[in-house]
């Protein structure tokens, strides 16, 4: 069955220094997520994208984070000056299409964790 | 925005016992409602889903019941086993979206 891939599973990083999470979508996919879970803490929506953009990004995704497709299979995250409060799981996710019903899949995620 | 509540926070049931775990939702608009199983260190995984113009779906011994007039929705658990621990999330979505907006999770502990 195919997987949504991510990597690293974990990363530790210094406050202020930037970071780079990447995602592999379900190759068929064409809409791609980013959510997050502090721990303990319910999962959050923090942008979907399509067509090479942002579709839509919750208050949670603020200057400091962008999203970009590099090339026709990854889909990264970049924190450019991580704070303390960014320290969570991050998930990738994808879906075939968009619209009432279009399952999500989502990826092993990636613990970020900010010193 | 939307907003899901969830409860409740912990459950802890004997083994072939039913679970029932239920969510509230605001958003009347929201018509997708998917329930997530997430076991320790995983990837949420989608366990079954429901949509607004269906007001029950079971899978084997897994079911979803809605109430849109009430806005809230459950998750049915029958004849629990162990492997049945793990956290889970309900979720909303509105249609032209699939921005998920989760509950606050249950931790379902099957006792053997």
């Known amino acids: 069955e195919p997987e949504v891939t991510q990597t690293p599973s974990h990363q530790v990083t210094q406050m202020g220094q930037e970071v780079i999470l990447r995602c592999v979508p379900i190759s068929n996919h064409l809409y791609f997520y980013w959510y997050r879970q502090i721990l303990g803490q319910k999962v959050e929506f923090l942008v979907s994208f399509y067509n090479n953009e942002i579709s839509e990004k919750s208050e949670i995704f603020d200057d400091q984070f962008s999203v970009e497709r590099p090339d026709g299979s990854n889909f990264t995250l970049k924190i450019r000056s991580t704070k303390l409060e960014d320290s969570a799981m991050y998930f990738c996710?994808?879906?075939?299409?968009?619209?009432?019903?279009?399952?999500?899949?989502f990826g092993s995620g990636t613990q970020l964790s900010v010193l | 925005g939307e907003n899901v509540e969830q409860h409740p926070s912990t459950l802890s049931v004997q083994e072939g016992d039913s679970a029932v775990i239920k969510c509230t939702y605001s958003d009347s608009a929201s018509n997708y409602f998917p329930w997530y199983k997430q076991e320790l260190g995983k990837r949420p995984q989608l366990i079954i889903d429901?949509?607004?113009?269906?007001g029950e779906k079971k899978d084997q011994r897994i079911a979803v019941t809605l109430n849109k007039t009430a806005k809230h929705f459950s998750l049915h658990i029958t004849e629990t086993q162990p492997e049945d621990s793990a956290v889970y999330f309900c979720?909303?979505?509105?249609?032209?979206?699939?921005?998920?907006?989760f509950g606050t999770g249950t931790r379902l502990t099957v006792i053997p």
């Open positions: 996710a994808s879906s075939e299409a968009v619209g009432s019903g279009e399952k999500l899949f």
């Open positions: 429901i949509r607004s113009n269906v």
């Open positions: 979720a909303a979505s509105l249609s032209r979206a699939n921005n998920l907006f």
